[in-house]
Each structure stands twice: as structure tokens, then as C-alpha cells.
């Protein structure tokens, strides 16, 4: 099917103004409040929510990035989801919130209003500070006489804070059209301080009238799904589709998030402002303009997140006491363009070239003076593509990703160094996007089976996509074989659970036999511990 077009005057604007900072004129910023970021609507009309007769709160509710006496707090009215204006007229609407120390609210602790404005597509981000460190909350919203689902968060510790015990849960990739969110459901129902979800939560790709391999025997999903994402409508309706799934809204209601995205989130394996395919900048960056605002309205951000245009800061720095550092890192919005044309290739000159970058110069300082000036006993990198070597045979000459961290040698190398400089003795980053689960020894040299181990890295395999998968894929012991730093590769579905203490970190890897039915049991597939001064992972 043909994708809808942008809005003209955004089209025209961006066809005459050029690459980079054409949103931020006026004419073109008008027809979408792209650059203005309040909304126009100060003397628009207001919804009286009495008279709302849909439940508003199809979406749910979450929060997100934790941080010591302070919350976010997230919720999108949409009666309608799966149409363009959500079933809500273009007025502002008056929203109320609560926040509790008890499931009942029977103990208050702060409460207030706040306006879904139509330009944000009646999507709130409610910041409450002013709370204690380190504690549970409980929160929802009222909308007329509706009242949101409740949902659960919690505070991170103090800085200074000497915490024993820290649990999170890693998650990626939610092809909605591969199958069920039945990790969410089993997720929901972990014990957990925080989830980050590191890339992929939503696909561009068309999803057909039975939701792909759901096959859905019960609803007929419309037409406009069954084409790839462009506009802005497209994404903010994409986001209807895949937010109003159960399972992930008891995901979201029982734990606070921490998001970064990947690539599917506006287009597969773009880098930069270069496209995936050959259009014009200036149409791409109309395209990732909206994928970055639909981004934004529907996830639990805090403001320093909120987009300009075709830009969005969405690396950033999160403390839990003295026991983790978690640097945030975006690897797709600065990235120089993949070598020898994408895909897996002989690595040479060109993917080593000391110019090319991943994180882009800014954000790589940014970490490593973060590490600097770090007293975590922990620190966590959540980033979305492979960090290690990933041989796809034992022999040479062999083959890597172009599209992850391999691609990109002397960037991932300038990284390492860095750590060391920094004397970071317990790094960990953890990835998504490969739909596998992988875990690391990270080395200095990974061509040199004497070079120290310097981290680990954790890779969560997806939610959903790749559909149901296998254990043991096709390519086990090859990859095994290739590349002596891997201690598990699995490929099923489901997250990772890690726990940090002051001695030692375990991660568990937990799958789900399916996804193109629901339902599915939770089981360990696999558990590795690493000690703290001692990196390294040993199986459990």
C-alpha cells in the first residue's frame, strides 16, 4: 500500500529550508508544533470530561527513569486508539493525578491536575518530586467521572545511598505482527526495582487485518495498520496498537521504565539523517521528526527528552545509591553510516577508519566522563546493538555485523580505552536488537584469547520478534565455536533479569516456549554470575 504523505507544508518547508533545521521555522513548525515545544492550544477549547462517554484510559499507565525523591508519571487519553484523533475532539482536557503510599490511596502523598493537550496527543509526562528516596509508590489519573488503571513505581535510593541489592529486568524488539506478549505477562510479576527496554518497542512494518502471526480469529485490525509508518498519524497510531496489548500494559503498570530506542522505532537501520532507503534528507528527517514526537508523547520521559524537530537527547545518566551508575547510551541517532553497505561483512579499512563513530563525538566524551567521575560499584551501560566480537565463523576470512558495535572498531575501542582510563573495574553494558540471548566476556583485544576481561555484556533476547524461535539455532556451534567470549546463546523468546549486590551480579535468562500462541510458561534458561574486582561470567 502506498504510505500516506507528510503534511504539505512541512513537505514544502523542508524542500526549501534544508537538511538539518528546517522544523524549527515557523511556517513549518506551525503545521505540527514540532519546534514549539508548548503547545498552540492556550486559548482552545475545553473538553469538559464529564461528558467523555469512552474509557480514555485504553492505554494504561506507566512511569519512568526513577531518580531519588522523584517520579514520572505517564498516561495518553485515547477512547479510540486505532483512529488518527484517538476519538477525542482537538480541545484541551482537564486530567487529575494521585499518588500513594498504599494500593487503596488510602495515604496520599501528593496529588494534582494537569492538561492533555491535543498538540501532544492528549499525552501527559507528570514529574512529582518532593518524595521519598528509594520507596514504592502507587498512582493513577482521573479524567470526568474515568479513573486509569493503578499503577506501581518506585523512587530511586539517595546518591550517597549504601544499598545491598538492586533487581532489574532488560527487555527489547516487540514485533507486535511476530506474535504475543507473553513475557510482559510474566514480567509484570517479578519482584523489580526497574525495566530498561533497550530499542525496538515499536516495528515500522505493515501489520495485516489478524495482526500477523496472532492471527486473530476474534477482531479485524484496520486497514491503515497494513502499511509501513511515514507520518505522523502513522506512528502515533501504531503506538495505539501495540500500547493497548494487555500484557505489556501490566508491564508497564507494575515497574518503571528506562527507554532507549533502536532503529525500528523510525525506520530499519537508518544511521543518522541517512535513510535506510534512497530518499532525500530532507523527507527522511520529516520522517524521523515524527517518529521522534510520537516517541516522546507515548512513552514515561522526563523533559530534557523532549524532541526539537528531527532531534531528541535521549542519552542520559541515572544513579541508584553507590551501587549503580546506568549511562544511557542512543547508538543510532549520531552514528556514522554502516560500512561496506550494511549487512554482515569482511571487516577492513573502511569499518575500522579511526573517523567513524557509533555514539558521535559529544555523547562518547559525555560517557567517559561519566565513568570519571563514577563511585558506583557498578557500571551499567543499557545500549542497543552488540558491544563484543561477533564472528559468524571460526575461520578467516570471516564476517560481522556492519550495523553494530563490530562495524564500528576504532569507536568501540575508543570506548574500552576509556573505561580503563576511568578505572572502571565492574562494567556491564547491556543490548538488545539481535533477538538472541547472548552473554559476554568483553575483552581488551577480542583477537587476542590472552587479553584481560575488562566487563561483561548481557544481550536480552526480544519479546516477540523472530517470532517463536528455537534454543539452539541453526548457527550454535559455529558462533560458539567462532567466537570463545560467548558463554550462552539462546533463541527463544523472553528478558533478562539482573541482580546487583555488592560481591557479585547475576543475570537470568528467561524464555518462553512461544509467542504465536499466548500463554506460554516462564522458565531459566540459564543463570552466570560475575564477582565483583573480578570480571568474567561463570555459569550458575
Known sequence: MTPAPHAPELRAAARHIGRRRFLTVTGAAAALAFAVNLPGSAHAAELDAQKIT?????LGVASG???????????RLATRPYEPDSGLPRAKVPLRWELAHDSRFARIARRGSVTAHPEFHHSVH???????????????????????????????????ARISELKFAAVSCQAYHDGY?????????????AVFHLGDYLYEYAVNAVGGARKYTDRVLPAHFNRE??????????YGLYKSDPDLKAAHAAHPYVLTWDDHETENNYAGDIPENNVPPEEFLLRRAAAYRAYWENQPLRRPQQPEGPDMQLYRRLHFGRLAQFDILDTRQYRSNQAYGDGWQVPGPESDDPSRTLTGATQERWLIDGWRSSRA?????????TFAQRRDVPTTPYKVSMDAWDGYAASRGRVVDGAAAAGIENLMVLTGDVHRGYAY?????????ASPVVGTEIVATSIS?????????????????ANPHMKFYNGRRGYVTVTLGEQQARADFKTVSAVTTPGAPIVTAASFVTEAGDPGLKPV
Open 465 to 481: 520478534s523472530g517470532k517463536d524461535g528455537e534454543e539452539r539455532p541453526a548457527n550454535y556451534d559455529t558462533l560458539r565455536a
Open 65 to 75: 527513569d526513577p531518580q531519588p525523591g522523584s517520579v514520572l508519571l505517564w498516561t
Open 54 to 58: 469512552e474509557d480514555p484510559f485504553t
Open 377 to 385: 560499584r557498578w557500571n551499567v551501560v543499557p545500549q542497543q546493538v
Open 181 to 193: 506478549f507473553t513475557a510482559y505477562k510474566h514480567l509484570a510479576e517479578e519482584d523489580l526495582d
Open 229 to 238: 509508518t511515514v507520518t505522523l498519524d502513522d506512528y502515533r497510531m501504531r
Open 441 to 449: 566476556d568483553l575483552r581488551r583485544n577480542f583477537n587476542d584469547s
Open 126 to 160: 507528570v514529574e512529582v518530586d518532593g518524595l521519598g528516596s528509594d520507596r514504592p509508590y502507587y498512582y493513577r489519573f482521573r479524567a470526568g467521572n474515568w479513573i486509569s488503571p493503578t499503577g506501581r513505581t518506585r523512587t530511586a535510593p539517595a546518591r550517597a
